[in-house]
């Protein structure tokens, strides 16, 4: 039961097949034995999760229909959650406990879904391996001496090894959909603004953005339609209709245009990689689709303005946490200063420094023209090359990244891990959706293939995820070691 899409499981508890608590026990069962081998979890909130199940229960029983109603999920440790420990994998939170809910974490309650704990990640969502976090890297059920991406890895290897059904993750540069790839899931990041961030602990408040890893399109369709929405207590969330965004998943792909960008099929990615995508592309021509060569001439310069406008902007949301109000305090300062300068060398790890290093040598007097109002240019012709590109056709697809998982600890140098996001962060810094469904392995390791659609186009975007996910069966496949009765 535990290995159904979140879909599946929907139309087995309305049958009364089985109830909310016989779900959630099952997944919690395989929290306690498999949780110790992945370090997927930071937090399980068991005797609340039950509590949840045994409501969601009688809700139904009481005529209740939602489609997530007693569906057992996890929230990345990055959402606020009432009375529940909020780290963001990081030690300067790591004895937070947040007061209210995100407006993520609340629509979930309302719409009956259990939630069974915090899913680790990479420090304040910053890395591509899941290896940042203070409370240790987690670990890839595919072969656990690998990564599992990041920052939301701890979601991806969750609902990868079946410790829930479903999980949320955070976006930033790629921190949905390369986790999504490695681990051979389903992983939508929505267009900016689409999902509240209110709750959501910021990193990089122009980029971050929510968004569901699943194990199919249909089940990323089911959560954005609970997920999505305007805020009034988010400034930066979209006044845009939601739509229903299981309604056109059938939908025919006859005439369909997919661009191809040259610049996502040249030097850096492994052959493997490459083969199983054009592969993918095979479906989509016999389902009717043209495929049409494109260019994004400037793809090239997406890392690099990238880790100037993210670094800057997480030195701005990074100096709320000195020490006064919540979070790490460093042991007997001598003054003020010394607090804040112990509280924060101790509490924040290397990476996240570094970012802070970088960020604010780019927001400086004598450096900002130089390089944030450069990378922002930059950022304008990126978002341009996307529109160009989608007066050609109507969606682009390419490698989620340049390959498949690595080895813990294989990535030392930053440079060489910030390249793991070449292909995603482009979408970021244009606010478009992205998303990414698996389409092979190589070597017993899931490739992820990546689709990009115009502003607010989830609905098309699901669309051609799920007419590949109804032609193939490579969204069923599981990591061996963990599949039921292992």
Not at 11 to 18: G, H, K, P, Q, T
Not at 45 to 61: F, G, I, W, Y
Not at 165 to 179: C, L, N, Y
């Amino acid at each position: 039961m535990i290995e159904k899409t979140v879909a599946e499981l929907s139309r087995s508890l309305s049958r009364r097949e089985i109830s909310s608590v016989e779900l959630t026990k099952a997944y919690l069962e395989r929290i306690n034995r498999y949780n110790g081998s992945l370090n997927a979890f930071i937090t399980v909130c068991e005797e609340s999760a039950l509590t949840q199940a045994a409501q969601a229960d009688t809700a139904r029983d009481n005529g209740q229909t939602s489609p997530l109603l007693g569906i057992p999920l996890a929230h990345k440790d990055i959402f606020c959650s009432s009375g529940v420990k909020t780290t963001c994998g990081s030690k300067i939170l790591h004895n937070f406990t947040a007061p209210y809910d995100a407006t993520v974490v609340s629509r979930f309650k309302e719409a009956g879904a259990v939630m069974l704990g915090k899913t680790n990640m990479d420090e304040f969502a910053m890395g591509s391996s899941n290896e940042t976090s203070y409370f240790g890297p987690v670990r890839n059920p595919w072969d656990t001496d690998r990564v599992p991406g990041g920052s939301s890895g701890g979601s991806a290897a969750a609902v990868a090894a079946d410790l829930c059904a479903v999980a949320t993750g955070t976006d930033t540069g790629g921190s949905i959909r390369q986790p999504a790839s490695f681990c051979g899931l389903t992983g939508l990041k929505p267009s900016y603004g689409r999902i509240s961030r209110w709750g959501m602990i910021a990193f990089a408040s122009s980029l971050d953005q929510a968004g569901p890893i699943c194990k199919s399109a249909e089940d990323a369709a089911l959560m954005l339609n609970t997920m999505a929405g305007i805020d009034t207590k988010d400034s930066t969330s979209a006044d845009v209709p939601v739509e229903d965004y299981t309604a056109e998943l059938n939908n025919s792909l006859e005439g369909l245009r997919i661009g191809i960008p040259r610049q996502h099929f040249a030097e850096g990615l492994s052959t493997g990689v490459e083969q199983a995508i054009q592969e993918a592309l095979n479906v989509y021509r016999e389902l009717g689709a043209k495929i049409i060569e494109i260019d994004l001439p400037n793809n090239h310069l997406s890392v690099s303005a990238y880790y100037v406008v993210a670094p800057a902007e997480a030195s701005a949301n990074l100096s709320r946490f000195d020490g006064v109000r919540y979070g790490y305090r460093c042991d007997s300062p001598v003054d003020l200063e010394d607090m804040y300068k112990r509280s924060r060398s101790e509490g924040f790890g290397d990476e996240v420094k570094r970012r802070i290093m970088v960020g604010t040598y780019a927001l400086s007097a004598g450096f900002y023209d130089a390089y944030y109002r450069k990378a922002q240019k930059i950022r304008r012709l990126i978002k341009q090359d996307f529109n160009s590109a989608f007066q050609q056709v109507d969606i682009i697809i390419g490698p989620t990244s340049p390959h498949t998982a690595f080895n813990l600890g294989a990535k030392t140098d930053p440079i060489a891990m910030y390249l793991e996001d070449i292909y995603t962060i482009g979408v970021n810094l244009a606010g478009l959706p992205g998303m990414s469904v698996p389409v092979s392995t190589v070597h017993g390791l899931p490739v992820g293939m990546h689709l990009v659609t115009n502003d607010f186009a989830e609905s098309r975007l699901l669309n051609v995820a799920h007419q590949f996910q109804q032609n193939t069966d490579w969204h069923r496949q599981r990591a061996t070691a963990f599949t039921e009765g292992h």
